[in-house]
């Protein structure tokens, strides 16, 4: 079973990132993972001036990467899985490559996953916040940035790191726009956003796994950590939709998921604090968590090689929404 820690460092309240704290379009599942290295979390950046939001993208331009660059594939995987969650691909921002190679460089000289401010007395710095490393690339202060990092020596091994997490999944799904990407034994995921960012529908709703997905069978690990009450919990299920404020409500009448047997899967429902009036009872309030978003966590890892099933009940902003898909398990 792959245990890795992810360390989370915002910028700016978690609570209040508008967006952005796995594949090409038709790819919604990872190639089974190597044992990955610790992983170390994104930044959320105070959010700039509201402009017109954009509707999610189903293409962006093909990065400009050198031949052979890891990053390429990376890239690629993780517009397939925002494209796959309806949530809008990300297109390459050179500066924000600067910066996040910058932190990747510098992880790796030193040797440890330390999280996402740098040490001036140590090799291979760059500046000391993730701010700082956006600005002296060259990225302009109107664009929040967030700096997601995870270890494990390979893009596929990146990518399932940081979607298997709670804070973490939420942010690399928000309403960003631009990505800048490093990798150097870690890989650093530096996601931009300018104004509203792009926003889904007010209908739609945003899922994870994806239909069809191989996962992990248990929660990995994360910093600060989710449901700490719970000594080793499984995969985490995130249902998203569109929030273009703070006062936008995910309320939830009903969470669940069951094996191909139709065995209910014990679990804890998470909620934002401002779902907590109109949700069911038991749902249990995670500060942490973003506007629209709700989260249902196993009390225990997932079985082996096992389809499950997942089905969400509740409202938007008072509207009755509902969705069922399944998902399986590695072996």
Request: net charge neutral; proline share 9%.
């Amino acid at each position: 079973m792959r245990k890795t820690i992810i360390f989370l460092s915002i910028l700016a309240a978690l609570s209040g990132c508008g967006g952005g704290d796995n594949m090409a379009s038709n790819s919604s599942q990872p190639t089974t993972p190597s044992a990955p290295t610790t992983p170390s979390a994104p930044t959320t950046p105070t959010p700039p001036a509201t402009t017109t939001a954009l509707p999610p993208a189903t293409s962006v331009p093909d990065p400009i990467y050198p031949s052979g660059d890891k990053r390429v594939q990376l890239f690629s995987l993780l517009n397939a899985f925002r494209a796959g969650m309806g949530v809008g691909m990300v297109a390459q921002d050179a500066q924000l490559d600067t910066a996040a190679k910058a932190h990747s460089d510098y992880l790796a000289l030193n040797g440890t996953l330390g999280g996402h401010d740098e040490d001036p007395s140590k090799a291979g710095y760059y500046a000391v916040t993730t701010r700082g490393r956006a600005t002296k690339a060259g990225v302009p202060s109107t664009t929040s940035v967030s700096e997601l990092i995870a270890g494990g020596g390979d893009p596929a091994t990146c990518l399932s790191v940081l979607t298997n997490s709670v804070y973490h999944l939420q942010v690399l799904t928000s309403n960003e726009v631009t990505v800048g990407l490093g990798f150097n034994t870690y890989c650093t995921v530096n996601l931009g956003t300018v104004g509203e960012g792009q926003r889904m529908a007010a209908t739609a709703i945003a899922f994870a796994p994806l239909e069809g997905q191989i996962v992990d069978r248990a929660l990995g690990g994360e910093s600060p950590r989710p449901v700490p009450d719970i000594a080793n919990p499984g995969h985490p299920l995130m249902v998203r939709v569109r929030a273009d404020l703070p006062s936008d409500v995910l309320s939830v009448s009903s969470f669940s998921l069951v094996d191909n047997n139709g065995a209910q899967v014990p679990g804890r429902i998470l909620i934002a604090a401002n779902a907590a009036g109109a949700s069911r009872a038991g749902a249990v309030v995670d500060p942490l968590l973003q506007p629209a978003v709700a989260f249902f966590v196993p009390l225990a890892p997932l079985g082996s090689a096992i389809t499950y099933t997942a089905t969400f009940s509740g409202a938007r902003n008072g509207v009755p929404i509902s969705k069922t898909w399944s998902f399986k398990t590695y072996p």
